[in-house]
């Protein structure tokens, strides 16, 4: 099993920042893509960036050109830094791994931006 916590959501201006956190726990070797997801009221939960073991990085086009995700392999952890926040970005925002072919899942964080 695998645990995902995820922190660092929260209530911002449009044309503010956030960094999002996620540490891996439990069973993470063998951990291949790390992903950020996000699901807004009404809407379904759609993929927002992604990384891979090896670097490569996949962002939505909505986020491109605002948003970095990157992973620190040595501590298990993902990061997601949000720039230029929009209102249309609020949304619960996951954190999302995959192990031998398991998909595991955080509890979500809350990110709202107000116009």
């Known amino acids: 099993q695998v645990q995902l916590v995820e922190s660092g959501g929260g209530l911002v201006q449009a044309g503010g920042s956030l960094r999002l956190s996620c540490p891996a726990s439990?069973?993470?070797?063998?951990?291949?893509?790390m992903s950020w997801y996000r699901q807004a009221p009404g809407k379904q939960r759609e993929l927002v960036a992604a990384?891979?073991?090896?670097?490569?990085?996949r962002y939505a086009d909505s986020v491109k050109g605002r948003f970095t995700i990157s992973r620190d392999n040595a501590k298990n952890t993902i990061y997601l830094q949000m720039n230029n926040l929009k209102p249309e970005d609020t949304a619960v925002y996951y954190c999302?791994?995959?192990?031998?072919?398991?998909?595991?899942w955080g509890q979500g964080t809350q990110v709202t931006v107000s116009s």
């Open positions: 990384a891979t073991i090896g670097g490569s990085t």
């Open positions: 999302h791994v995959i192990r031998l072919n398991l998909y595991y």
């Open positions: 439990g069973s993470i070797f063998s951990i291949t893509d």
